[in-house]
C-alpha cells in the first residue's frame, strides 16, 4: 500500500486548509489511519486517528478545530483544518495500518506500518 499526501500550502492565521491522503496498491477501506505532523528538531506528533469511518480520535492540540473524514469509495482519508494557528505549521504526514490497534496506541508511530511522503502546512501572515 502506498499513501500519498497532498494539499498542504500557505494559510493565514485564522484560515482554513484541508489536506488528503490518497491510497493505492490496495484497499484502505478496513485500515485504520491517521495524521502525523513534525517540525524539524522534534519528534513527529500525532494529530488524530480514524478507525473505519466509524469514530475518530485526536490530539487535544486540534480537537475541536481539525477534522478526519474518510471516502472509502476513492480510498482517500481527508483533515479539515479550521481556526489554524502558527503552531500548527508543520509537515503533515498520513499513515495507515492493518492491524487492529486499541485506542491508546493510536498516538504512537510504531502503530502504523505504512506512510505517506508529507505535506508542508504553512500558517503565517
Known amino acids: 500500500v502506498q499513501l500519498q499526501a497532498s494539499g498542504g500550502g500557505l494559510v493565514q492565521p485564522g484560515g482554513s486548509l484541508r489536506v488528503s491522503c490518497t491510497a493505492s496498491g490496495g484497499t484502505s477501506g478496513s485500515f485504520v489511519m491517521g495524521w502525523f505532523r513534525q517540525v524539524p528538531g522534534k519528534e513527529r506528533e500525532w494529530v488524530g486517528t480514524n478507525r473505519r469511518s466509524s469514530n475518530s480520535y485526536y490530539a487535544g492540540s486540534v480537537r475541536g478545530r481539525f477534522t478526519i473524514s474518510r471516502d472509502n469509495g476513492q480510498n482517500t482519508m481527508y483533515l479539515q483544518m479550521n481556526t489554524l494557528e502558527p503552531e500548527d505549521t508543520a509537515v503533515y504526514y498520513c499513515?495507515?495500518?492493518?492491524?487492529?490497534?486499541?485506542?491508546?496506541?493510536?498516538?504512537?508511530?510504531?502503530?502504523?506500518?505504512?506512510w505517506g511522503q508529507g505535506t508542508l502546512v504553512t500558517v503565517s501572515s
Open positions: 499513515a495507515a495500518t492493518a492491524s487492529r490497534p486499541i485506542v491508546s496506541s493510536f498516538p504512537d508511530p510504531g502503530t502504523y506500518e505504512y
